[in-house]
């Protein structure tokens, strides 16, 4: 099994800064099995990246995704009020699909 | 639009059963899988497998092999998750979610969850 490692586990920002969110996976993934989602207090996940770096239908640009073998990157360029959330990555290989533990992004 | 609504929330001893259901909408039923994810309290999501609405196959993640079972019934546009021997820390919030799995096995689409709280 996969296992994904995200860090940081809490990032604090204000809106407006960029945040980096980091996803390290335990063996090599393939970038188009690499995902991420936001998900909101008492919400379900919503899919933002698919394919480490092709964002989901309506999600705003100011989300990127990028990486490749091992390491994999969130990006948000300007932060949003509405960002601040817990985010996870998620793969596919060997036919099982794993999540990392999630990264809290909250406000300063 | 595509919509998954899944069954309301449920309250099991140890040792039961639960089914829980996930009813599609807004697309060709029988062109994606449907996975479960589960996520017990404060914690982070754990995928369960995934059923292939087309034929019926599935994958069951390691860990639950032999617990649980996924079904379609394509009639209705719905699936079931049945999970067996339940303990208390399968008490958590179960999730359907769309699974594109001829591409980028990612989940585009999620049911609003339905608790499952096991408890004697």
């Known amino acids: 099994e996969i296992v994904l490692t995200q860090s940081p586990g809490t990032l604090s920002l204000s809106p407006g800064e960029r945040a980096t969110l980091s996803c390290r996976a335990s063996?090599?993934?393939?970038?188009?099995?690499l995902a991420w989602y936001q998900q909101k207090p008492g919400q379900a996940p919503r899919l933002l990246i698919y394919?480490?770096?092709s964002r989901a239908t309506g999600i705003p640009d100011r989300f990127s995704g990028s990486g490749s073998g091992t390491d994999f990157t969130l990006t948000i360029s300007r932060l949003e009020p509405e960002d601040f959330a817990v985010y996870y990555c998620?793969?596919?290989?060997?036919?099982?699909?794993?999540f990392g533990q999630g990264t809290r992004l909250e406000i300063k | 639009q595509v919509q998954l609504v899944q069954s309301g929330a449920e309250v099991k001893k140890p040792g039961a059963s639960v089914k829980v259901s996930c009813k599609a909408s807004?697309?060709?039923?029988?062109?994606?899988?449907i996975s479960w994810v589960r996520q017990a309290p404060g914690q982070g999501l754990e995928w369960m497998g995934w059923?292939?609405?087309?034929?019926?196959?599935?994958n069951y993640a390691q860990k639950l092999q032999g617990r649980v079972t996924m079904t379609t019934d394509t009639s209705t546009s719905t699936a079931y998750m049945e999970l067996r021997s339940l303990r208390s820390d399968d008490t958590a919030v179960y999730y359907c979610?769309?699974?594109?799995?001829?591409?980028?096995?990612?989940?585009?689409?999620w049911g609003q969850g339905t608790l499952v709280t096991v408890s004697s």
């Open positions: 394919g480490a770096s």
């Open positions: 063996q090599s993934v393939s970038s188009s099995y």
């Open positions: 979610a769309r699974i594109e799995y001829s591409g980028s096995y990612s989940f585009d689409y």
């Open positions: 807004g697309y060709t039923f029988t062109s994606y899988g």
């Open positions: 998620q793969q596919y290989g060997s036919s099982q699909i794993t």
């Open positions: 059923i292939s609405a087309y034929n019926g196959n599935t």
